[in-house]
T-cell receptor
Framework: SAVISQKPSRDICQRGTSLTIQCQVD?????MFWYRQQPGQSLTLIAT?????????ESGFVIDKFPISRPNLTFSTLTVSNMSPEDSSIYLC???????????FGEGSRLTVL | EDQVTQSPEALRLQEGESSSLNCSYT??????LFWYRQDPGKGPEFLFT???AGEEKEKERLKATLTKKESFLHITAPKPEDSATYLC?????????FGTGTRLTVIP
């Protein structure tokens, strides 16, 4: 299974600022997924990041708020822009094992916005 | 509409007290049902994949089963280290949908 590293693991941010989360995978993968897990809630897919093309965003998520980069097959970043307290969540990077649908997740980045 | 419902929301068991967690789903063309374990402050850890009704998978004290409408995660003689949130997810024609999880606490 892939080993996925995320940075930062946690951060406390001020309202109106932006934060970039990094995700590094130890093997080349076609697609990387970014999820959000709000307190007490399930995981919600933000977007799918493919190398060499723009990310595909799910309903309710827009590129201006959550810009994503995917410069190569092992790395991606998610930026949470102009943060508000409602953005306080755990943000998770994940990759799929082959074509099985099985996802492997990073440790997550816990953001608290004051 | 694709939907996943997990019950109960929380479960407290004495060490050694076996029980089951439920995952009910509605999905167009089920391609797979997945169980994950999530410890506090960590990302979900993959446990099982089930693809068709009647399928069963086992790992240590955990056994997952699947019918056409639901899946059960059976925990036999649990230990305190089994305490975690257990997440169910399904994938059909569209994306992966996660349930909200069952928070399991096993008391020594």
């Amino acid at each position: 299974s892939a080993v996925i590293s995320q940075k930062p693991s946690r951060d406390i941010c001020q309202r109106g600022t932006s934060l970039t989360i990094q995700c590094q995978v130890d093997s080349q993968v076609t697609m990387m997924f970014w999820y959000r897990q709000q307190p007490g809630q399930s995981l919600t897919l933000i977007a799918t990041a493919n190398q060499g093309s723009e990310a595909t965003y799910e309903s309710g998520f827009v590129i201006d708020k959550f810009p994503i980069s995917r410069p190569n097959l092992t790395f991606s970043t998610l930026t949470v822009s102009n943060m508000s307290p409602e953005d306080s969540s755990i943000y998770l990077c994940s990759v799929e094992q082959g074509d099985t649908g099985e996802l492997f997740f990073g440790e997550g980045s816990r953001l608290t916005v004051l | 509409e694709d939907q996943v419902t997990q019950s109960p929301e929380a479960l407290r068991l004495q060490e050694g007290e076996s029980s089951s967690l439920n995952c009910s789903y509605t999905v167009s063309g089920l391609r797979g049902l997945f169980w994950y374990r999530q410890d506090p402050g960590k990302g979900p850890e993959f446990l099982f994949t089930l693809y068709s009704a009647g399928e069963e998978k086992e790992k240590e004290r955990l056994k997952a089963t699947l019918t056409k409408k639901e899946s059960f995660l059976h925990i036999t003689a649990p230990k305190p280290e089994d305490s975690a949130t257990y997440l169910c997810a399904v994938t059909g024609a569209n994306n992966l949908f996660f349930g909200t999880g069952t928070r399991l606490t096993v008391i020594p």
